[in-house]
């Protein structure tokens, strides 16, 4: 055996069981305190089973408590459960266009021929395989999103269906074209943030998933579970829970202390994820409107900020948008026009735990 590897743990000493029971994308077998909402999603599902058409669903709330998990839970049992209504599950941070999204959509029923081939005759394909069943169609992170034609056409010429649109924005939906609203109609369903108690519990049952019993020391997983909820975002506490285990595999111990989440919490925090909903209400009022209007000149966005009910002056305003700008949460661009000199404003992406 090469001497290099001797002192470190073999694999069967690792403190995991299960590391990928802590992927951002793993679904746990059970998902506590979110049956309520579980139960809406299946409810606006159900009458695709009986050959009826489907509800449609607005489902919004902040980053990280459960809403794709949720979700994709549903689709996961309705899979098990029939052939007949077919699941697609879109993230539209990844396909933001009609053609992106057509081109998955054929990728996800195994239709493989696509080279070439234009967005419409895709949509065929597509309206084809679908019309002879049923479909449940999520799109999420919905606010991403550059064109609407493909949720016109899917409305238009899929017969039986329900459409879930997710997002962390619940204003989101005002904004949309009369045109798609008004035949959308979906039905609002709403996640809120757990509570201390909710977060560790989670964690705990996680914990059960993906380490070895009885590693980890109780000091060490109420400073995790602390910090989760602060943060209020199950996902940190995952990120977290796992970088505690590695700081505690790099020292070749079997338990995991308060000495590895403390490592863990500076990792955290050398990635200086802010997450938006940490931001106080006016802040995160102005920063969506950003969003939703990113690229405007500062004076409109004022005069739309005023016009949806802000009451801040333009100096504040203006004072507001600086702070945003130094967080990262947007960036401003000085020019000259017409006007004279203004600065048009940009939206970031914040960065998420998810693109590390
Ligand atoms: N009630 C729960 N039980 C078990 N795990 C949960 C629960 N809620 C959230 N999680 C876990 O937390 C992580 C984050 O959840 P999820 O990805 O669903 O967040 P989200 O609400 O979609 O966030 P975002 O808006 O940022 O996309 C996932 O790994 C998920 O499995
Ligand atoms: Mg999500």
Redesign the pocket.
Known sequence: MSTLFKDMLSSDESVFKNEDAL??????K?????ETQQSYVAACIAPLLQGRNGKNLFIS????????????WVLRDLEEETDEVVPIYINCWQKNTTYKIMLEICDQLGYKFTHNKKTEELFAVIKDILNKKAAVFVF??IDKIQDFDFLYTIMEEIYKKSIIL???FKEWMAELDQRIKSRLTPEPLQ?RQ?NPA?TDK?LR??IDYAFVPGVWEDSALRLISKKTSDIK???S??YLLRQSGLAAEDRSSRKIGEGHAKVALEKLDEFTIKGSDQLEDETKFILDLVKQKSGSRIGDLHRMYLQKGGHSSYKSFRRKITKLEESKFITLERVTDKTGNTSIVKYNNVK?L?DF
Not at 23 to 28: A, H, L, N, S, V
């Open positions: 992927d951002f994308d793993y679904i746990p059970l998902m506590p305190f979110r709330g902040a980053p990280g408590i459960g809403k794709t998990a949720a979700v994709r999420d992170e997710i997002t962390n996640f757990y909710e989670i049952k996680r975002d199950i996902r506490g995952l998420k998810t």
